[in-house]
């Protein structure tokens, strides 16, 4: 229905061009002939004369922009309607409804090349595809730069293009015109996972710079995603990607705040559970970070990171009671009893999913620690095996 309304403008437009015009110049009339004969160059010809000697036309203006978007030179098209309106408004409606033609033109373009992409075999063709798309949106944003929908379809192809940062521009136009909450969510992701990248480089590099940049982009994360809470307090997506940020910035106090309030607004949702007891395993406070794996499984059986994080709680509990009595000089074997605990719960992890080398790696180091040196040895070739 809306394709239909722009197309019945633009047959509109295209007969007030040759009337109500009586009082014109030679070139003038002569370019709306050439129009109406779709002579495009010798309209152009035409009109190119009209503005050298009269440069304040707003029809000549308005009629080139016409031949430009006929000839599918949009950028140049803008220009010249610009031009028109900033003389005067004699051509607006006619102008608004060109662009819009044209903006449904494009955007309809980026859809397609989009959906041919998301359908083609080869990495060339959808790469072809994915860049014929963002053309065509890009080109739309020009047509119609208050289209909320353009920018977010132009941000959806740039993630699915693996072009992370050219996604950040148009949805930062997306939350600027609508305060659109996939603008913050998908915003405040992509300044999370730069964050995750440069922090995982510095880790390796020890580069003074990668560790600016990790900083510099958890804290963006942060000021999205706490910008995008005050209008959705109620996303439980908002609030993953907000902790997590908050713990790639060292602001661990900040995010156990966050978790908690996550867990009191959606206690159904394991996620939370299972990052608020990550952070109270990180702080030593073993048997409440337990609590909460223990609550993700409750909700899904089969969460293999809570799985393996319970077990990894209990190791670290037993591995923690062991130093404190060697500190003290007290032979115990307490500690054994929580590694014994630990041992099912990795066995467990390892049994859902069998391709992690660090799952392998720590269950073997608890079959040690109890004397199991055959099971021990299995587990360390198996993760030995999967680093290869």
């Known amino acids: 229905m809306q394709k239909s309304k722009l197309i019945l403008a633009s047959a509109i437009l295209v007969g007030l061009m040759f009337t109500g015009f009586s009082c014109s110049s030679s070139n003038l009339t002569g370019a709306r002939l050439y129009i109406q004969q779709k002579n495009y160059d010798a309209a152009y010809a035409a009109l190119q004369k009209e503005l050298s000697t009269n440069p304040k036309s707003d029809e000549g203006w308005y009629l080139l922009g016409y031949v430009y978007g006929e000839k599918g030179q949009m950028d140049s098209m803008v220009v010249s309607f610009d031009k028109s309106l900033a003389i005067s408004n004699q051509f607006k409606k006619d102008i608004t409804d060109y662009r819009k033609f044209f903006w449904a033109n494009e955007y309809n373009k980026g859809v397609g090349y989009f959906q041919k992409g998301n359908n083609a ?9 994915y860049d014929k798309s963002i053309e065509a949106f890009n080109t739309a944003t020009m047509l119609e730069p208050d289209s909320s929908t353009t920018y977010k379809n132009l941000a959806f192809v740039y993630i699915n293009a693996g072009r992370y940062n050219d996604a950040i521009n148009p949805l930062q136009k997306l939350i600027d015109k609508d305060k659109s909450r996939d603008g913050y969510r998908y915003l405040g992701q992509i300044y999370y996972d730069q964050g995750r990248k440069y922090k995982s480089m510095y880790e390796s590099s020890k580069n003074v710079q990668d560790s600016l940049s990790y900083m510099d982009y958890y804290n963006k994360a942060i000021k999205v995603l706490e910008d995008g809470r005050k209008l959705y307090p109620n996303d439980s997506d908002f609030l993953v990607i907000l902790s997590n940020s ?61 799985e393996y994080n319970l077990g990894v709680a209990y190791l670290k509990w037993g591995d923690y009671l062991n130093e404190e009595a060697d500190k003290k000089g007290v032979k115990s074997e307490a500690y054994k009893e929580k590694i014994n605990i630990a041992i099912p719960y990795l066995e467990n992890a390892v049994q859902l999913d069998a391709t992690q080398a660090d799952m392998w790696e720590t269950l073997g180091k608890a079959y040690s620690i109890m004397g199991n040196q055959t099971g021990a040895k299995s587990a360390f070739d198996k993760a030995d095996q999967l680093r290869k």
């Open 246 to 306: 908050y713990i790639g910035a060292h602001k661990t106090e900040v995010a156990m705040d966050a978790f908690k309030a996550g867990i009191e607004q959606d206690p159904g949702n394991k996620y939370y559970h299972y990052n608020y007891g990550v952070l109270l395993l990180g702080a030593k406070d073993f048997q409440k970070s337990i609590d909460q794996f223990k609550k993700a499984l409750e909700i899904d059986s089969k969460y293999v990171n809570a």
């Open 121 to 129: 075999a080869s990495a060339d063709s959808i790469k072809l595809y």
